[in-house]
């Protein structure tokens, strides 16, 4: 059974920093695509980032140069070092996993974990 627990949100200012965190169980993070998802409420869930089994990572235009996605492989973790965070950024924030190696643009979410609220002040 695919678990996928998230941490790490909280509340910041405007230009703070943040590091989320994925810590999976029975699905190993170096071996498919897995990514980040934000979503607010009446809005459509947005991808955020995404990183697969050769590295290769993209990223939202919104978020590029500010966030970082990454894996630690003997934590078994996806990370999202989010930094300069803006009141857009503010969402819960959730991750998932493809059964899929490679994300060519789309992590489709055979797996999500429960989220964790990212609220940043003005």
């Known amino acids: 059974q695919v678990q996928l627990v998230e941490s790490g949100g909280g509340s910041v200012p405007a230009g703070g920093s943040l590091r989320l965190s994925c810590t999976a169980s029975g699905y190993s993070v170096s071996s498919g695509c897995m990514g980040w998802f934000r979503q607010v409420p009446e809005k459509e869930r947005e991808g955020v980032a995404n990183i697969d089994s050769y590295g290769i990572t993209e990223y939202a235009d919104s978020v590029k140069g500010r966030f970082t996605i990454s894996q630690d492989i003997a934590k078994n973790t996806l990370y999202l070092q989010a930094t300069n965070l803006k009141p857009d950024d503010t969402g819960m924030y959730y991750c998932?996993?493809?059964?899929?190696?490679?994300?060519?643009?789309?992590?489709?979410?055979?797996?999500w974990g429960q989220g964790t609220q990212v609220t940043v002040s003005s």
């Open positions: 998932a996993a493809d059964r899929r190696s490679r994300c060519l643009g789309v992590v489709q979410g055979d797996y």
